[in-house]
């Protein structure tokens, strides 16, 4: 499964409630639902990841997602967002948002989203390492906790989604 939500026009306004769950539950729902075997892979990127890890934890459906690759999320945040509550006033960042320590992803921290969990990112990503650091307490921000494992390629925010389709193939067999 592989989920595609475009979000607003602008990114800025882009963030973890309201119209922004409801595309990425319902593909979860339906690809549960035409489940042969009752589970389902998923592969996201950018806000996707943290979307799609919200929803499979909102549905109750950790146990049905095999796989989960994520690919150049901010699943520890964004610094170019600012540390919640002093955070960039914006709803990307903001409450429901990707500032480090956000009431959203402290709510997300550690839950259990899938059997295996992966992770893509890159040292070179304009939007996770957009102010100069890529880390968030010593980890890179793409790194989703409790993953399995993780991979590093050289190819920016846009070039991962795209230039790793092999390995993206791969961690779902």
Known sequence: MCIRDRGSAYASNNNHSGS??????????????????????????????TLAAQQVIKLDKSNQVDTFVGIAGAYRGLWTCGVYPWNVYTPTCGVNGLSVSSPFLDWLYGKTIANKVYSIKSWTDPIVCGSGVCTVGGVHSSQIVNE????TYALGHFGLQTYTASKQYDLIQ
């Open 148 to 151: 399995n494992a993780s991979y």
């Open 20 to 49: 922004e769950e409801t595309s990425v539950n319902n593909a979860i729902s339906n690809a549960l639902a035409s489940s042969c075997t009752g589970k389902v892979d998923i592969i996201a990127h950018s806000m996707g990841v």
